[in-house]
């Protein structure tokens, strides 16, 4: 079975490659690149005239929700939703219930990614147990069965001495420490950002210094071990000058934003209430600035959306009450196309290698490129389509999105996971298939669909 | 205006107008004959979360002169412990069809919350850290009556401004009525940002360098109370050393001007925020204000209900701080000056939400 797409502007970061191609994909793989391909015989074509193909989408940052907490999000319902944004691969953190801090967890997650799962899944697990900053997790046990990086997002390590030794004893596993970096002493159970709009509102304020503090001390700490350290959701201009002089000392940290942190700030929290609520909060406008200079001059390793799903119930309260979290993996290329590339001029190069090449390197994931021989995850965007953020279309089961009916220009028109166009029907089919026979080369990269 | 949540929901003119009002409902004790309970056969419900005597005490008898039957329920804490939502609370109560809800509770927007769920009028009596309107206006009441005017006022308040919702209702209020305010107390008890709530508006909002230069030439002076169940950490040292340093003396109100006003919302805490001489003194309007609290919520609670001729809003609240009516001024939201940082990318900017497609 093959298929060609025809006539797209193929843009690959890992090759540096923008020009208007042919893409053949045989036995889910990328079989050749070039002008005018001669396609096989019963070859399904796909016409790509005026669209951007790009390597697959990776999110390195999602919360599944499963097991634990499936009234707010499934792994069923979240890669759906992750295939609807464009996005081939997820990879998912560990504040489950029970907490994703043994290979038992690590295994069900893929298993489970497997029987339902639209798109490849790779489970982040917790440094230490339980998530509670005391005791190392079965790191080793963890990496044997298929985790990623290591993560205790959700809550800051207050130990660091505990995260040195995981520094250390990470990196004999090969795999990333990714740091929530808050200060529980400095965030003193603040909600939004400390400033203006939390002094307006009368409620506790999260000061920039929470994070700050972390990511010094983080940066400090990756030299110290030579481990390499990620910064999850990075969302002031104090920790991107952290890193990007980290980065000029060639130390291994890299770090992630997310489209929330770059598009909006604080003052949108006046207008939507709990559902622009999220941890780190939306900051100010000159750190909206710096975000965007670090997205240009490439300090900012890769956009990730931290896809934190609550029901709406939970998400209707009091600011106060209502938990931290926004969704975004259903319009996150739309706002960066929008946001990014149309209004602050970004290059679409760069767009697309924050979205794929940055975090398959970042996290050593397979994907991120459109090399000949690779699995074919694909996602072909229309840069010109206009779209309107609609939540109540959604393939999550969560609404809790500020971008809710935002009016963008550019979209992810087609998802290709092993060589398979992601619509409802190959999703379920998909699914059938690897019920009935699963196929062992994917306990590690979850599901395979070519 | 069917709730009564936020001094940003209000404009200069109601603002008058409401003090007007409260103006014809003194003196307290002859006024319940000569008025022939204009509110009878309305109910109020107080619902309070938090310790209160004055408030809920000055709302309850407000009520009854004018002729409103009153239902206090105190809910604790342990409501939300066992499970029941704010959400299920105001339903029940919603089903029993009162008038007015005065609500007061320790979380920043719960009066507005609930009234959404509601078709009562609702009442804020105190959110958190958030508002407490009523006390602003009784405040401005105060200084209108001894004063005659609020506007070009020179304003001092004192003392924890960062915990307090009585200080950011007086400073919106005030900044509104064109007065002018000076906040000063310890630099760990400041607000960040607080003095843009004046943009917009003819008044003006300074945070002071020192205790002396926020009293210096002051008309008036308000003095917050020092909530000592709000500062879980380390603020200032101790109380001792606070009044040391920061507590209002005779000697320190000498700075304003002679014959200053002293407010303070009370409960006082002698000896911490201000010395016996200066609450007890000839200065100290601190039991006027508790009179004219009572005069203020009688107007504010005939004027929300007699309102009815005017069709009540349907609840379309989504957050507190939001202003629906009136200014628009919160930060980012409206009219600014150009101290205030600009949000050049909120989503205030972008075009209509387009629901329902």
Redesign the interface.
């Known amino acids: 079975m093959a298929l060609m797409i025809r006539n797209g502007r193929v843009c690959d970061p890992s090759q540096n490659l923008d020009a208007v191609l042919d893409v053949l994909v045989v036995d889910g793989r990328i079989a050749a690149l070039g002008a005018a391909l001669e396609e096989p015989p019963e070859t399904d074509i796909v016409d790509a005239t005026g669209l951007v193909v790009a390597p697959g989408f990776i999110d390195v940052h999602v919360h599944l929700r499963e097991p634990g907490f499936t009234a707010k999000e499934t792994i069923a319902t979240g890669t759906r939703a992750a295939v609807a944004g464009g996005f081939t691969a997820v990879c998912c953190m560990a504040n489950t219930a029970p907490v994703n801090d043994s290979p038992l967890v690590t295994r069900y997650i893929l298993d489970r990614a497997r029987e339902t799962a639209a798109c490849r899944v790779y489970p982040i697990g917790a440094v230490t147990k339980g998530l509670q900053g005391e005791a190392l997790a079965d790191i080793g046990g963890m990496a044997a069965a298929g985790a990623v990086a290591l993560s205790d997002d959700g809550h800051g390590i207050a130990n660091a001495n505990l995260l040195r030794r995981a520094l250390e004893y990470a990196r004999d596993f090969g795999l990333p420490v990714v740091d929530h970096c808050e200060n529980r002493d400095l965030a003193a159970g603040g909600i939004i950002n400390e400033g203006v709009v939390s002094t307006w509102l009368g409620v506790r304020g999260l000061t920039r210094a929470a994070e700050e503090v972390d990511v010094a001390r983080d940066v400090v700490l990756a030299d110290l071990t030579g481990a390499h350290i990620h910064i999850a959701h990075l969302s002031t201009a104090g920790s991107l000058e952290l890193v990007r002089r980290a980065q000029a000392e060639g130390l291994s940290v890299t770090c992630e934003v997310t489209p929330h942190h770059l598009a909006l700030d604080e003052s949108a929290v006046l207008k939507l209430g709990a559902v622009a609520k999220m941890n780190p909060p939306l900051r100010t406008p000159a750190d909206v600035d710096a975000l965007l200079e670090g997205v240009a001059d490439g300090t900012v390793t890769c956009i990730a959306t931290d896809h934190a799903p609550h029901t709406t119930l939970e998400k209707d309260q009091v600011l106060s009450h209502a938990p931290f979290g926004v969704v975004g993996l259903e319009c996150a290329v739309s706002v960066v196309l929008d946001h990014l590339y149309w209004r602050h001029g970004l290059s679409l190069m760069r767009v697309i290698e924050l979205f794929s090449t940055g975090p398959a390197r970042a996290f050593n994931l397979p994907g991120g490129t459109l090399q000949i021989g690779r699995p074919a995850d694909m996602t072909i965007l229309d840069i010109h389509r206009e779209v309107v953020v609609d939540v109540s279309r959604w393939a999550s089961k969560a609404r809790n999105c500020p971008f809710d009916g935002w009016r963008l220009k550019g979209a992810p028109v087609m998802t290709l996971v092993g060589g398979v166009r992601m619509t409802t029907e190959t999703v379920l089919q998909t699914v059938r298939e690897h019920k009935a026979e699963p196929n062992p080369e994917m306990v590690a990269t979850g599901p395979q669909t070519g | 205006m069917k709730d009564f949540l936020d001094t940003s929901d209000l404009t200069p003119q109601l603002v008058t107008d409401l003090l007007d009002r409260a103006e014809r409902f003194l003196p307290l004790t002859t006024i319940a004959d000569q008025l022939g309970a204009p509110l009878r056969g309305k109910h109020l419900v107080t619902l309070f979360s938090e310790a209160s005597t004055r408030t809920r005490t000055s709302f309850e008898l407000a009520a009854k002169r004018l002729g409103m039957k009153v239902v206090n329920i105190v809910v604790g804490m342990s409501s939300l412990a066992k499970g029941e939502?704010?959400r299920d609370t105001i339903l029940t109560l919603d089903a029993m069809m009162p008038d007015v809800v005065v609500v007061r509770h320790a979380?920043?927007?719960?009066p507005?919350?609930m009234a959404r769920f509601s078709k009562a009028h609702f009442i804020n009596a105190g959110?958190?850290?958030?508002?407490h309107p009523t006390q602003a206006l009784l405040d401005a009441f105060t200084l209108r009556r001894h004063f005659g005017r609020l506007e070009g006022l020179e304003v001092a308040i004192l003392g924890d401004i960062c915990h307090s919702?009585v200080a950011?209702s007086n400073v919106r209020l005030l900044a509104m009525m064109g007065a002018h305010v000076r906040l000063g107390g310890p630099r760990t008890l400041r607000?960040?940002?607080?003095e843009?709530?004046a943009n917009g508006w003819s008044g003006t909002v300074q945070v002071s360098a020192s205790l002396r230069e926020a009293l210096t030439n002051a008309d008036a002076v308000m003095v917050l109370r020092i909530q000592q169940e709000r500062l879980d950490?380390a603020f200032f040292p101790s109380l001792g050393e606070y009044f040391a340093h920061f507590g209002l003396t005779s000697e320190r109100l000498a700075w304003a001007k002679p014959n200053a006003l002293v407010l303070h919302p009370g409960p006082i805490n002698r000896e911490v925020e201000i010395a016996s001489e200066v609450a007890d003194g000839a200065q100290s309007v601190i039991q006027k204000q508790v009179t004219h609290g009572v005069a203020v919520r009688m107007a504010l609670l005939e004027w929300l209900v007699h309102q009815e001729a005017t069709p009540r809003e349907p609840a379309l609240r989504?957050?507190?701080?939001?202003s629906e009516s009136g200014h628009q001024n919160?930060?980012?939201?409206g009219t600014r000056a150009a101290t205030?940082?600009?949000?050049?990318?909120?989503?205030?900017e972008?075009?209509?939400?387009?629901?329902?497609?």
């Open positions: 939502t704010l979380v920043a927007g719960v507005h919350f959110d958190g850290e958030h508002e919702r950011r607000a960040p940002g607080i843009h709530f950490g989504q957050t507190h701080g939001q919160a930060p980012g939201g205030t940082p600009t949000y050049a990318v909120s989503v205030t972008r075009g209509q939400p387009a629901h329902g497609l």
